[in-house]
């Protein structure tokens, strides 16, 4: 009886909306599918920098590569927000890090796939970003606050994200013919892949149940992707464009657009690490850390020198 | 190697408010700290000065003691205005 009174006062706290926070006591388990996925979240940000990153020397104006700069560097200041709400969990920074590096952790397969043309910079931002967003946006209100309170700072940054996006297919589709073949192009590559992002269909999604209980996921995978297959499939009607889907049809009964089969089995190769970019992105990851060893030295022993210590 | 230290930091978002918590980052030392902050969390004007603490530095009041910390405040609502009745010809007060 004594025992369980922690945990009563926790899930009444879940019941009536009241934020947890750091010191509070939590389930074990609760702790730690919140680090899993606040750290996964992070390492999402962190990769997710890299496709973009390939195309910031070559935006084609100066005012695209301004863009693209910031852009990029928000991703880097939700990776970091994200980092900082999972240690006020209890695991550090490095360790985090290392569960990236050595293939532990997990981040979003999306950026698992390569950046072949300046469209694709433009697709990434509508459907990527704009699949990320319909994830984040009900995170906002997830129950543990140091979490929510990350989410609602990239909420706010990220809508820029997703109309630049817009704007350069919007751009493309008003342009030449090859440039209008670019932008469908990148379209076709992105879209299943950004359907993905959703996560695997309801039946066999394990941790839905218990993350709608305790308030982490607000909507189910299936709900969120349906929402975003609705608003896409008008949206691309404004960049005279087209989804790359047959069966895409609006179905009046339902009041939602059906949608063709999701290839689930690319799905889980690209998670098990077979994607066309997995090896390649975890490498220059490792890389960046290891060739960055020397500015984390330098500045330790700068800082001792100037502090006297 | 050793971990950079954790720092909380904190921004005044505007002349005349408060400086708020915002999160927290890592860095050497304190001006560094305060560097990382601004490109951390103020890329967007959100801030016109920046607060550092070493995040060991900050002792928090513990949740258990929630209940003997606050709770007295809970029946001494005649520290509020409210709980005065006064006749309706009192003006401004
Ligand atoms: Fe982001
Ligand atoms: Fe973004």
Not at chain 1, 9 to 26: A, G, L, N, R, Y
Not at chain 1, 162 to 174: N, P, S, V
Not at chain 1, 272 to 283: I, Y
Not at chain 2, 38 to 67: L, N, Q
Request: proline share 5%; with cysteine.
């Amino acid at each position: 009886m004594q025992q369980a009174e922690p945990e009563i006062i926790f899930d009444d706290k879940i019941e009536q909306e009241i934020k947890i926070e750091p010191k509070d006591w939590m389930p074990e388990k609760y702790r730690q599918t919140l680090i899993r996925q606040i750290s996964q979240h992070a390492h999402s940000e962190i990769v997710g920098m890299l496709p973009e990153g390939n195309w910031i020397t070559r935006a084609p104006s100066l005012r695209r590569k301004a863009i693209l700069l910031a852009k990029v560097q928000d991703e880097a200041g939700h990776g970091l927000y994200l980092y900082s709400a999972a240690e006020t969990l209890g695991i550090g920074r490095e360790e985090m890090y290392d569960q990236l590096h050595t293939g532990k952790a997990k981040y979003s397969s999306i950026f698992n796939y390569p950046t072949l043309t300046w469209a694709d910079i433009g697709a990434i931002g509508w459907l990527v970003d704009g699949a990320a967003i319909m994830n984040q946006v009900p995170l906002c209100r997830a129950s543990y606050g140091p979490y929510a309170r990350a989410m609602v700072r990239i909420c706010k940054e990220e809508s820029f994200h997703q109309r630049q996006g817009f704007e350069i297919l919007l751009t493309l589709g008003k342009g030449s013919k090859e440039q209008r073949d670019m932008a469908q192009d990148a379209i076709n590559r992105w879209w299943w892949p950004s359907i993905m992002m959703f996560g695997p269909p309801d039946d066999s999604s394990p941790h839905t149940i218990q993350n709608t209980k305790w308030k982490i996921k607000r909507f189910t995978n299936d709900e969120l992707r349906q929402r975003f297959v609705d608003i896409c499939a008008e949206q691309v009607k404004v960049l005279g464009l087209e989804l790359p889907d047959n069966d895409l049809k609006w179905n009046e009964e339902r009041g939602h657009y059906d949608f063709g089969e999701i290839n689930w089995d690319e799905f889980w190769e690209v998670v098990k690490g077979n994607g066309p970019c997995n090896k390649e992105r975890l490498e220059t990851r490792q890389k960046a850390w290891d060739n960055g060893a020397w500015v984390r030295e330098a500045a330790s022993a700068f800082a001792e020198k100037r502090n006297g210590l | 190697m050793n971990e950079w230290p954790l720092w909380e930091v904190f921004i005044r978002s505007k002349q005349g408010l408060d400086h708020k918590h915002v999160g927290s980052l890592h860095a050497a030392d304190a001006q560094m700290a305060i560097e990382n902050a601004r490109d951390v969390y103020t890329r967007r004007m959100e801030g016109v000065s920046i607060w550092v603490v070493e995040s060991k530095h900050i002792h928090a009041s513990s949740p258990d003691e929630a209940g003997s910390l606050f709770d007295p405040a809970n029946d001494k609502a005649y520290r509020h205005p409210t709980f005065y009745d006064l006749p309706d010809e009192v003006k401004y007060m």
